[in-house]
Each structure stands twice: as structure tokens, then as C-alpha cells.
């Protein structure tokens, strides 16, 4: 149980289910969290059409933003689909100036 479900279990709270629907309804990053052993846990709980390239630009040294790109695009256990709608698709459809 995560600390949000425990912090679930007060009788005049939500139930556990409840915040992380919301949390599910997040748009989340990719910003140095790329690698086998991450990310398959954040699309276990992310839908990749929710999830936006991040780069930590400015505060990440470019051949560390470097790194964590190479390895999310060979590592990551994305499919094609879901790593051409990660790397520029979704922000294209939410942010339509862009497209």
C-alpha cells in the first residue's frame, strides 16, 4: 500500500481509489526519469498519452539530458506508437500551437 492509500484509510477521507484517479489525470514529464527500471513503472500507472518529453533544460547538464534521451528512446520499453507520442505527439495534440 502506497503512502497515498494510507493516508486514505482516515474513515472521513477519500478512499484509496480516489486520489489516484485524480493523479492519473495528471500530464507528467519524462525529465531524468527514462531506463529499464523506471519506467516501466510509470506506465504501469501513467497512460503514455498523459506523459511529455522533459529535458530539465536549463538545469540539467546538456550531456545528462543527453544520456537520459538515448536511453528513453532505447530503454524504455516504449513502443513506437507510445515513444512518438511521448517525444513530441502528445504535446502536439494538447498544445495545438505547436502542431
Given at each position: 500500500?502506497?503512502?497515498?492509500?494510507?493516508?486514505?484509510?482516515?474513515?472521513?477521507?477519500?478512499?484509496?481509489?480516489?486520489?489516484?484517479?485524480?493523479?492519473?489525470?495528471?500530464?507528467?514529464?519524462?525529465?531524468?526519469?527514462?531506463?529499464?527500471?523506471?519506467?516501466?513503472?510509470?506506465?504501469?500507472?501513467?497512460?503514455?498519452?498523459?506523459?511529455?518529453?522533459?529535458?530539465?533544460?536549463?538545469?540539467?547538464?546538456?550531456?545528462?539530458?543527453?544520456?537520459f534521451t538515448?536511453?528513453?528512446?532505447?530503454?524504455?520499453?516504449?513502443?513506437?506508437?507510445q515513444r512518438?507520442?511521448?517525444?513530441?505527439?502528445?504535446?502536439?495534440?494538447?498544445?495545438?500551437?505547436?502542431?
Amino acid at each position: 500500500m502506497g503512502r497515498t492509500e494510507q493516508a486514505a484509510l482516515d474513515p472521513e477521507g477519500p478512499t484509496p481509489e480516489q486520489p489516484l484517479a485524480k493523479f492519473r489525470l495528471f500530464y507528467w514529464d519524462t525529465a531524468l526519469s527514462s531506463g529499464p527500471d523506471a519506467f516501466p513503472s510509470f506506465l504501469a500507472f501513467a497512460d503514455h498519452k498523459r506523459i511529455l518529453f522533459g529535458s530539465d533544460f536549463p538545469y540539467a547538464p546538456t550531456p545528462v539530458a543527453t544520456k537520459f534521451t538515448r536511453i528513453l528512446d532505447t530503454h524504455s520499453g516504449l513502443t513506437d506508437e507510445q515513444r512518438a507520442a511521448v517525444n513530441n505527439g502528445n504535446a502536439k495534440r494538447i498544445l495545438k500551437r505547436l502542431a
